[in-house]
């Protein structure tokens, strides 16, 4: 029996769609990526569409036969924003407008794809997955390091695993995949801008490993709780910035970050957690700062690990009234800190217990 799944895909932007200019930069070129991809035998099966689905729109493509999940057909639609963005020049206005289209066509389709740029995608697949609560249904971030238009593109196998895995899985979670890897969007920081195996989940396994087969790892996906429904929030508040320390920081430096009208900073601090317990100074900057009702999270510089307080310059930050952002990424952190800053009529200490609360899979709980 036919078995189908819809995917929609949102063409957003990135490398996976762009050219050279005359002067040899690569920039988003609009209304090309549909095209390669309808003439590419393993990405549309042009025979199946002719047969079987005439009444298929322009932009609706088919999957070809793949390895068996049980699904014989994925149709994907796929929608191309104007203009397409590097995804550098992104910001939460973006942001919003694909949270917006997943939620208004969320019970029209059985998952998403985003195509996106590599540089910010971290950013991005962290913050969508604090704006759609209760989500069921997979929404998975992908580009390429290599354009699609090029011999050695990566986009092909990304963007087919990706269809496959949002078509055919039950993985109600925002990924990123990336080189045969779906990771947890909000665990996920872009770890090479050379190498095809560009992102990186430090303080979380994957959730599938593609390999000659999808090894999908279920003791690591979110289970649904079917008593929350799928829910969107789109009040963001960007009143937020990121500092990583460094030895020679001065107060001014500090305090600078710190005026109005900031109301939130995530600090990475050096190794598990630490700051310099001898600089009376910067402590005073940041006990102030809690005082004026500021959310201070405290995340590690380290690529990996967790802030705790094993030392006594990590346990000092935690008595002048520093949250502990523990293992999350500064991605998750600071797109976090937007959310619950965004969220109305909450008291400073309900935001800073929601941020220590694992709210979507970005932080373990010890
Ligand atoms: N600058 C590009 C972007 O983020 C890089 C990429 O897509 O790989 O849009």
């Not at 195509?115 to 992908?142: C, N, R, W």
């Not at 087969?213 to 937020?240: A, G, P």
Request: hydrophobic share 40%; with cysteine.
């Amino acid at each position: 029996m036919e078995q189908f799944r819809k995917v929609l895909v949102l063409y957003v932007g990135g490398t996976i769609g762009m050219q050279q200019n005359d002067k040899g930069a690569l920039i988003p070129i609009p209304n090309a990526f549909l095209q390669k991809i309808k003439y590419h035998s393993e990405m549309h099966d042009a025979e199946k569409a002719k047969k079987y689905f005439r009444a298929l729109k322009e932009n609706e493509l088919i999957l070809p036969p793949f390895r068996a999940t049980g699904i014989n057909t994925v149709i994907y639609e796929l929608i191309e924003y104007s203009p397409l963005l590097d995804s550098s020049n992104m910001s939460t206005k973006e942001w919003v407008r694909i949270a917006t289209d997943i939620g208004r066509n969320y019970n029209k389709y059985d998952g998403f794809v985003v195509l996106h740029g590599t540089d910010t995608m971290a950013y991005t697949s962290s913050v969508l997955s604090f704006m759609m609560e209760g989500l069921q249904k997979p929404v998975i971030i992908t580009g390429s390091q290599i354009p699609i238009f090029e011999t050695r593109s990566d986009a092909k196998d990304n963007v087919l695993s990706s269809l496959i895995i949002a078509g055919c899985y039950n993985i109600p979670e925002v990924c990123v995949f990336f080189a045969n890897k779906l990771l947890r969007g909000n665990r996920t920081a872009k770890i090479s801008s050379d190498d095809l195996d560009a992102f990186d989940s430090p303080n979380y396994h994957t959730l599938v490993d593609v390999g000659i087969n999808m090894k999908i790892n279920h003791h690591h996906i979110r289970k649904v709780d079917d008593s929350v429904h799928f829910k969107l929030h789109t009040n963001l508040n960007s009143k937020v910035v990121l500092l990583s320390f460094f030895p020679t920081i001065t107060r001014e430096m500090l305090q600078s970050y710190l005026k109005p009208p900031t109301q939130g900073i995530v600090i990475q601090s050096y190794g598990a957690g630490n700051l310099p317990s001898n600089r009376p100074d910067i402590l005073q900057v940041l006990r102030e700062a809690v005082e004026r009702e500021i959310l201070v999270i405290n995340v590690t510089q380290c690529a990996r690990g967790a802030v705790s307080n094993s030392y006594e310059c990590g346990m000092v930050l935690e008595m002048i009234g520093l949250t502990s952002g523990r293992d999350m990424t500064v991605e998750a952190a600071l797109t976090k800190l937007m959310y619950v800053l965004g969220l109305p009529e909450l008291t400073y200490l309900q935001r800073v217990e929601l941020m220590k609360t694992d709210l979507r899979g970005e932080i373990t709980n010890t």
